[in-house]
């Protein structure tokens, strides 16, 4: 099964470690992405960093990893 995420679960899981960033993290499906989220998590990625409370090595790990879904 293939599951959709849109830039806000994308946001809300690089933000918090929550049960949203398990599940995503632990996937073993396929997840497919709007083309716009990743200009989306670009133009926000100041406030998703002060947000987040990590390091922006930290933050563009989490981000790859969210991304690949592992």
Request: aromatic share 8%; glycine share 6%; proline share 2%.
């Given at each position: 099964?293939?599951?959709?995420?849109?830039?806000n679960i994308?946001?809300?899981a690089?933000?918090?470690?929550?049960?949203?960033?398990?599940?995503?993290?632990?996937y073993d499906?396929?997840?497919l992405?709007?083309?716009?989220?990743?200009?989306?998590?670009?133009?926000?990625?100041?406030e998703?960093?002060?947000?987040s409370?990590?390091d922006?090595?930290e933050?563009e790990?989490?981000?790859?990893?969210?991304?690949?879904?592992?």
């Open positions: 099964m293939s599951i959709v995420l849109d830039a994308c946001s809300q690089l933000i918090k470690d929550s049960t949203t960033r398990k599940l995503i993290l632990e499906g396929v997840f992405f709007p083309e716009y989220i990743f200009k989306e998590l670009e133009d926000h990625k100041g998703l960093l002060r947000k409370g990590i922006k090595s933050f790990t989490l981000l790859r990893m969210l991304l690949k879904g592992k």
